[in-house]
Structure formats: structure tokens, C-alpha cells
């Protein structure tokens, strides 16, 4: 392992922020070199993997992929009754915890040690948040708008992929006629002949490559105000090294962004890491439309995107792919998926904390989430409950297998807040460019960085935030 990398800038995670901001630099003529520590599961490093042709040839297999690829983030051991005698649960790690309140956790929230991380699984919406509710006001209205412009370019966000779609077209009208804002939802993917290329980071880094490194990231190394190294561990080797650069950026998504900054010891001042962990309680539901709509290609991209008296944000797709719960008794291209994420307000009690020697399964410290909702969040949750049923209802008959229903918490893999911007490092990790308190050439990109309370999907809104990052890390006066 090379004990110099000769990068001006070190992106540590090739998920999509960390993307963002790597090819942003590059654009810039900064050096960069990414470093990751996932597992590469597609020939080209971090493609979506829906671009693979086994998964565009079979929806239920990437389905099962997905599912296969996102591991538990932090349940509890159960404790078992077998014939009288209680059996000891799981050893810490991986996702297992034996800190890990029940009452505390977000039982389906997930990770994955791919290689691209989420960002080469999600679904690829890609929604502005409201402006009037959801933009921080720390960040003027015109460089919000800016930021989101690129960040829409740099994910390919905006080809309307429902155009001739008969369902689509219906979903449209049925929610209108109920007085519902209805619209296609932005989504990150382009149109080609061979079908939709969905943006993952490889298609944000684009067809000249930037370098990446498979290592994983032990720890930070600190002198002063300065971040002088890594101490990587090289995948292919085995090998333990130092990577150094000018500049370091932290995009290792929400949770193990606050875990390599607290295993490194680098902001112990900052009271503020993990802190105002918040994600979007969701509601969801199936319906089945009528057979006469029928038809290929992808549907129904539809959202009823949040206003004042609806603190929650309606996404509605066809990505039903529970024919085998259905035994194959249903066309899954008439199924409708509602989703609806409620907008909670941040709280400083709400957090992820590391203690213990376990570690998860790319080596961080496994998190422990402090997590419970109020009686405030509690009604939101139940309006969004009441406005999906009746969303859902004119649509077509929901599924015995989905049923509307408040989900399991942590089911929207949305969080955020746990490394906030702000303006103050009195309440947050991060000033408004991503770069650490107290530190000079350390940054942080990620949902993490979203201060809260929105509920339109975040990850538009932190690979806009990354474009900031960049941008200033490019500009020489920030870097010093
Ligand atoms: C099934 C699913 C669907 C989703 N759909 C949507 C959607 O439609 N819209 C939306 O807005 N959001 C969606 N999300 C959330 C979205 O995927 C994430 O917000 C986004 O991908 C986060 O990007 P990121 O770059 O911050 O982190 P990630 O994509 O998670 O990337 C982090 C990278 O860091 C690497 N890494 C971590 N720690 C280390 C270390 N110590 N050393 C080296 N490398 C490290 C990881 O290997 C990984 O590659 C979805 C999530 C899931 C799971």
C-alpha cells in the first residue's frame, strides 16, 4: 500500500454524495483519489445495480438483491424459549447489539457493505423539498436553487419516464379529482435504447474515471487543526497503511460518517455528533388497479409533495414485487405502492452513540440509536395514516399482504441530522460549507448533513449540499 497517495483531496466513501463531490473536484482540476471499503458487486465499480442486465430482466431478482444487500443496523439479541430453557442470543456485531434498547431502536433501518453503498440500490426519487418549508434558511433562496440545479444534472434528474404510461396517466387523475396535488416525481436516470440507465455513482463520476482505492477507513489522524492522514486497511492486501492528502471529505453515509469521526477521536469538543438523528416515519399501503391497465415499461412515478397543513410527503410506484407472497395470483404491473413520509421536527435527544467493542460489517463501530417520537410526532404519523386510506382508496382494492399501516421504524433507510450543518458549532457538526468545527481541511457529506424537518426523500438535498462542499474545497481559501 502506498504510504503517499499524491491526491490534493481524499473522498473517503463512492456512494452518491461522495461522487458528487469527487467529480466536482475533478471537473475543477482538483486531484482526487476515492477510497471504499464495500464489496463491488457490478463489473464497473458502484453502478446502480439495477443496470445490471440479470436485474433489468428480472425485477423480482433485484428485488431479492436489494433485500439480500441491506442488513439490520442495530436490533437487540433475542432472547428465546426453546423447551423450557432460554437460549442466549447473537454476540454483539454486525448489525446485532446487545446495547440496543427495543424500545429505543429503528428495528428496519439498514446498511450494506456494498461497494457504492445506497446509493447503488435506492430508487433513484429524487424530489426538491419544499422551499417554503424544507430549504434551510442558513443558505439563500438563489444558491438553493443553484445547488439543486447541478445536483439535478450531475444525477441525470428529470426525464419523464411515465410519459405514455396509462397507469400513470390514471394514479394522476384519481388523486387530482380528490383535490390532492398530483405530479410525476423527479427521478435520477436517463433514457436510452436500451432502456432506463438509473444513476448510481458510477454515473455520476461518469465516463472518465477518477481514481478509487478499495480500503477501508480505521481511523482519522489529527494534528491541530489539520487532518494529516487515514489509516486505511487495503482490501485486496490486507495491508495497513496511511493515506495523505491536502483535504479529507467524510461521505460514509449517516451512521458510519458520525462512527469514523468518533473512532478517530477527531470532534470531541462537539457535544453535537449523532445528535438530532431524525428520519421519515412512513406509512404505506398496495392497491391493485384494473386489469384493462395493464401494460409494460415503468409506470406509475407519482408524488403529492408536502404544504403546510400536510407534513408528510405521498410517493406512489409501481414497484410491487410481492408475486410471491401473492403465489403468482396477481400481475404485479397492476400494483400500486403508496408510501408517505412524515416530517418530524429534529431533537436533541434522538442520536446514535458508539460504545463497546463491536464493530459492524465494514469494521465501524456499531452503532447504538437512542430513538422515540412525541406525542407531536405521534399525530402526524396518524394524520399521514388517514391520508394515505384515503388516497389509496379510490384507486382500486389494497392487498391482503398490504393493508394501509404505519411501518416498522426506520423502514424509510432516511436518516439524517447525525453530522447537522448550522451555523453555530453550538448546534451543529458541520458550518454551511461541510467543513467540521475546528478543523481546517475536513469535510462531511451525506443526508447526515440535512438539518430536518422535511419529508420529501433527502438525497437529492445532501448531493446538493456535496456540490457546495466541493465548490469551496476547489476555491483555495477554504482548504487553508
Ligand atoms: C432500498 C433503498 C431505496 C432508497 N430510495 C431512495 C430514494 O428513492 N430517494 C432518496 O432520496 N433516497 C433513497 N434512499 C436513501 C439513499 O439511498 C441514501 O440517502 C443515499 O444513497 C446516501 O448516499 P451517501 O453517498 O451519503 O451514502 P452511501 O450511498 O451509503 O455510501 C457510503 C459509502 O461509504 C463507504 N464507507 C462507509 N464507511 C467506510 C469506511 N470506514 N471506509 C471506507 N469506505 C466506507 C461505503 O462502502 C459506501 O460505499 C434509499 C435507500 C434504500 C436502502
Redesign the pocket.
Known amino acids: 500500500m502506498a504510504v503517499r497517495s499524491t491526491a490534493d483531496v481524499v473522498v ?9 463531490v469527487a467529480r466536482t473536484l475533478r471537473d475543477a482540476g482538483v486531484e482526487v483519489l476515492i ?5 463491488q458487486f457490478s463489473a464497473r465499480p ?1 453502478t446502480h445495480l439495477r443496470n445490471l442486465a440479470v436485474c433489468r430482466t428480472d425485477r423480482a431478482l433485484y428485488a431479492d438483491l ?1 433485500a439480500a444487500l ?1 442488513r439490520p443496523v442495530s436490533v437487540p439479541p433475542a432472547q428465546r424459549v426453546v423447551g423450557g430453557a432460554t437460549v442466549p442470543g447473537m454476540p454483539d456485531g454486525r448489525g446485532v447489539n446487545r446495547a440496543q434498547r427495543p424500545d429505543r431502536a429503528l428495528p428496519a433501518a ?18 426538491r423539498p419544499n422551499p417554503d418549508l424544507e430549504w434551510w434558511p442558513g443558505l439563500a433562496v438563489a444558491e438553493w436553487t443553484r445547488l439543486f440545479e447541478r445536483a439535478e444534472d450531475l444525477l441525470a434528474v428529470g426525464a419523464d419516464l411515465s410519459a405514455a404510461s396509462r397507469r400513470h396517466a390514471y394514479v394522476l387523475k384519481t388523486l387530482g379529482e380528490q383535490g390532492l396535488i398530483a405530479r410525476h416525481i423527479p ?2 436516470g436517463r433514457a436510452t435504447d436500451d432502456g432506463i440507465r438509473w444513476t448510481g ?1 458510477a454515473e455520476v463520476v461518469g465516463d472518465a474515471p477518477i481514481p478509487l482505492r478499495r ?4 481511523r482519522l489522524i489529527r494534528s491541530g487543526e489539520r487532518i494529516t492522514g487515514v489509516q ?1 486497511i487495503d482490501l485486496p492486501s490486507g495491508e495497513v497503511g496511511t493515506i495523505s492528502a491536502d483535504v479529507f471529505v ?5 451512521l ?2 458520525p ?2 469521526l468518533h473512532a478517530s477521536n477527531v470532534v470531541r469538543d462537539n457535544a453535537n455528533l449523532g445528535r438530532y438523528l431524525c428520519d421519515h416515519p412512513l406509512a404505506h399501503t398496495q392497491v391493485l388497479l384494473d386489469p384493462d391497465l395493464r401494460e409494460d415499461g415503468p409506470g406509475v412515478f407519482v408524488e403529492t409533495p408536502r404544504t403546510a397543513d400536510r407534513p408528510f410527503h405521498g ?1 406512489l410506484l409501481s414497484d410491487g414485487h410481492d408475486s410471491a407472497v401473492l403465489e403468482g395470483g396477481v400481475d404485479d404491473r397492476l400494483l400500486v405502492s403508496l408510501y408517505w413520509y412524515c416530517a418530524l421536527a429534529p431533537r436533541y435527544d434522538n442520536r446514535v452513540v458508539f460504545h463497546g467493542g463491536a464493530s459492524d460489517s ?3 463501530p456499531q452503532p447504538t440509536l437512542e430513538y422515540a417520537l412525541d406525542a407531536s410526532d405521534r399525530a402526524i404519523t396518524a394524520a399521514a395514516l388517514a391520508d394515505l386510506r384515503a388516497a389509496a382508496a379510490p384507486l382500486g382494492p389494497t392487498l391482503p399482504v398490504g393493508p394501509p399501516r404505519l411501518t416498522s421504524p426506520g423502514t ?4 439524517m441530522g447525525t453530522t447537522r450543518m448550522g451555523a453555530d458549532d453550538r448546534d451543529s457538526v458541520v458550518d454551511d460549507r461541510g467543513r467540521v468545527w475546528g478543523t481546517r481541511n475536513l469535510y462531511l ?4 448533513l440535512i438539518r430536518g424537518a422535511t419529508a ?8 446538493a449540499l ?1 456540490v457546495r462542499t466541493a465548490e469551496s474545497i476547489a476555491r483555495p481559501a477554504h482548504t487553508t
Open positions: 473517503i466513501g463512492h456512494g452518491l454524495t461522495g461522487a458528487v477510497v471504499d471499503g464495500g464489496t458502484a436489494v441491506l439498514r446498511a450494506t457493505a456494498t461497494l457504492g453503498g445506497m446509493s447503488t440500490l435506492w430508487n433513484c426519487l429524487a424530489p427521478v435520477a455513482p480500503c477501508v477507513i480505521r486505511a467524510v461521505a460514509a453515509g449517516p458510519r460518517t462512527a469514523l410517493v465494514l469494521g465501524s424509510s433507510q432516511h436518516i457529506a451525506g443526508t447526515g420529501a426523500n433527502p438525497t437529492l438535498t445532501a448531493c456535496a
